[in-house]
Each structure stands twice: as C-alpha cells, then as structure tokens.
C-alpha cells in the first residue's frame, strides 16, 4: 500500500468532530453514534456486532479487521461523555472548534479523540495485510463505573482467540501507563428515629450515626496512609478512602431519623476493596446497629454500591510493554489514580492491558475541554507504527 493511502492528521480531525457532535452524555443514549460508526466501517467493507443493553437504547460495538485466528491487538475507548450541566463554555460545547492549535469540545480528549484517531485508521487499515488483527471497541457507561463494557468483557473472555494485547486509548499524553487504583463509589443510609431534641435519648439520631460510621471510615483510610501498602508508583502511594458528600436532618430542633452519606475508594490494585467495604459493614452491624435497636428496633444501616471499578496491574517487563513503548516512542512509564476500563479487560477478560492515549487528563471533564492537535498527531503516528508492526511481523511475543 502507497504511503498516500494513510490516514493524515486532518482525516482524525474530522473524524474527532464528528464524535464530538453526537451528545453522548452517560444519562442519554449512545445509539446514533453507534450508528454512524456502523456505518463509517460498513463504507470500508468492515462488519461490526452491537452488543446492545436490554433498552436497545446504548451498546457496545466490536469490530475485526485482520484474521480471526491468531491473537491481535484491541483499540478501546468509551463513548459516554459526563454532563455539562452548571458548566460555562465558551460556545457550544458539542460543536467542535479549532484554535490556537486546538480542538475544542466535549470529549475532544476524553476519549474521542482517540477513537477518532483509530476510526480515521480504518481505510488503510483494510487495505493492509495484518498477519495479526486490530479489534475496535467502543464502549458505553464507562462514567458511571466502567459498567456498560462487562457484556463486551464477558464475549472477549470467551473467543476462542484471544486478543493478546488491548490498549484503552484514555488522555495519558500518549505515555504508557501500566498501573490503576481500582474500588468504587458507595452510598450508605443510616434509618433512627425522629424526636423533639429536648427528648433526645428517646430517639436514634441518625445523623450522629452516621459521623461515628464516617470516622471510622476515615480510621481506615489512615490505617492505609500509616501501614501501607505504598506503591511510589502513584501520585498517592496508598489506598484512600474518602467520604464525599452527606445529607440529613429536617428542623433545628428536631431529631433526624435518617441520614445519608457517600464514600469512594481508591485502592491499590493489591488490596481488594471489597474486603474494605466488609470492614465497614462488620463496624455499622457489630457496635452502631446494637446500640441503634436497643433504643428502636427498626434502626437500620444500608450500604450500597454505586459502582466499582478494577485495578490495573501490568507487570513491566511484559513483552506487550515494550512493544507499546516502541509505537509510543518514550521509554518511559507512568501509574495513574483514576479508574479505566483497563482493569477489566486484564483481570475478568485475561488479556494483557496498558492505557495509551492522546491528550491530557487535567482536561478531562473541564469546561472548554481540548486536545491539542500535536497530540492528535503522535497519536495517529502511534497507530501508523501498530499497523506497520502488525503487517510486518504481527505480534512478536505471540
């Protein structure tokens, strides 16, 4: 194939602001975008499967260009956006806008810029002869916990070839980042019961519940700060837990029968979350709740899960590191605190995972989001490299 066949810098431009037209803020449906994927891959004689929620309102999109028998490489990004709501924006933040060197909008950098990089790719893509596959996902939900993506891990876990390397395409300025804190957003209710405050020790106040479960929490999270374990790695070199917001009570003079607070966790991939919450719930039901339905039986403490999220963990020496350093072009790696869909593709689909994408997180979820049109640029010289590897030699450790 002829040099002029590839994809240029102004095709992912164009591709990019496509996405960024399609409002695909978590709470809305991902369809239409779907749908003009389907149909960009289609124009290139590429079929692709929609793994589509129980609505048929959002889905997943898979797609295979390159043989099906020996293991390739998967391209991921997630399609929801978060809101703009309360933000001020210059112009409309779902119109994209190039200035200064920049391209503005929702999403520009998390993440469709990145898919707009692989998309724009796809024409040269199958005019290539891949001796190892490049597997396109897009995702959904990924901002309300990597939920959406469990049926496109669960089909992955299950091929009868399994891709051997997936590369989620989140703003890392284009730096390979081998490492993510898992855990999960929770909601806990604490039920009492109301009084007049002259009354007080007739009732269970809520509210006081709820800060004796909060400071235990915050017991935890110094327990982690204090005894590790540490990984350097990180910004944060331990497991935080954090309460993040609290409601409850109805009148200055009055008992508050209920209360309710939110925590997150944010747990090294080493330590298990769930064990943490365990310690939490043994706390509210072994000391609080006695002492709540001595007073009123009914007294009750729910801790609910909001969503989760698993931790990133790939070893460094791991020959699929490599590699995604050499298209990368630094030798350098990186451990970052957020949360992907990267954990879930290594730990529940088995498939060795780094995160690699255009743009800057300090971006992410900000009014005027950009991407800088230099980073579209290595990103799209990222992907030319994969290709050319893939049609060379396909995977070497394979």
């Known amino acids: 194939m002829g040099a002029a066949a590839a994809s240029t810098t102004e095709d992912c431009i164009r591709v990019i602001g496509d996405l960024i037209r399609f409002p ?4 809305d449906p991902n369809r239409e975008l779907l749908h003009y994927v389907e149909a960009l891959l289609a124009a290139c004689g590429i079929a692709c499967d929609i793994l589509w929620n129980a609505e048929r309102t959002k889905g997943n999109l898979w797609a295979t260009i390159g043989p099906t028998d020996v293991p390739g490489v998967i391209l991921s990004g997630h399609s929801d956006v978060v809101p703009v709501d309360g933000q001020v924006w210059i112009a409309d933040p779902f119109v994209p806008r190039r200035a200064g060197g920049r391209l503005y909008g929702r999403r520009s950098c998390d993440m469709k810029g990145f898919i707009g990089v692989v998309l724009a790719a796809v024409p040269s893509l199958t005019l290539r002869d891949l001796k190892a596959p490049v597997h396109i996902a897009i995702s959904y939900d990924e901002e309300l916990g990597c ?7 669960e089909r992955i876990a299950d091929m009868p070839v399994k891709p051997a390397l997936c590369i989620v395409g989140e703003p890392t300025s284009m730096q390979v980042v081998l490492g993510h804190k898992g855990g999960g957003l929770f909601r806990v209710v604490v039920s009492g019961t109301s009084a007049h405050s002259s009354l007080a020790p007739a009732a269970v106040n809520a509210v006081e519940y709820a800060a004796e479960l909060i400071a235990f929490i915050r017991e935890l999270s110094t327990e982690h700060v204090r005894s590790g374990p540490h990984d350097h790695g990180y910004d944060v070199s331990h497991t935080t837990l954090s309460t993040t917001s609290i409601s409850g009570g109805t009148g200055l003079n009055v008992i508050p029968n209920r209360c309710e607070f939110t925590f997150d966790i944010r747990a090294l991939p080493q330590v298990d979350a769930r064990a943490l919450v365990e310690r939490i719930r043994r706390h509210a039901e072994g000391l609080l709740l006695p002492r709540m339905r001595s007073i009123a039986p009914s007294s009750a403490i729910e801790i609910e899960a909001l969503a989760e999220f698993v931790g990133l963990s790939t070893e460094q020496d ?4 490599a590699f995604v350093k050499r298209l990368a072009g630094r030798n350098d790696h990186a451990k970052v605190a957020y949360g992907t869909e990267a954990g879930l593709f290594s730990d529940r ?11 800057s997180i300090e971006q992410a979820h900000k009014p005027d989001e950009y991407i800088e049109i230099s980073q579209v640029e290595r990103c799209r010289a990222f992907v030319d490299r994969l290709v050319a590897e893939l049609e060379h030699s396909g995977l070497p450790w394979t």
């Not at 939920?147 to 891990?153: D, K, P």
């Not at 689909?349 to 743009?359: M, Q």
Request: proline letters at 8%.
């Open 147 to 153: 939920t959406g993506v469990a049926s496109l891990i």
């Open 318 to 321: 791991h020959p699929a590191v």
């Open 24 to 27: 695909t803020v978590s709470r």
């Open 349 to 359: 689909a088995g498939v060795a995972s780094v995160v690699c994408g255009p743009g």
